[in-house]
């Protein structure tokens, strides 16, 4: 057990890969300066499990 009672868990196999027939979108924002702040934000969400179900932790980054 670590710091704060938090565990870390090992990603499963395959939680990445798309799933046959899924659309593939283009990544928008490979050939785009970013000059000012705020012009992009990324935003990430996950779950953490608890004894009791699960919390959501989300988190955002302007750029």
Avoid at 36 to 60: C, E, H, S
């Amino acid at each position: 057990m670590h710091r704060m009672g938090i565990e870390p868990l090992a990603p499963q196999p395959g939680t990445s890969k798309a799933a046959p027939g899924n659309k593939i979108y283009p990544y928008l924002l490979r050939k785009l300066a970013i000059v000012r702040a705020n012009q992009v934000w990324a935003l990430d969400t996950t779950y953490i499990p608890m004894a009791k179900g699960f919390v959501y932790l989300t988190t955002a980054l302007s750029e």
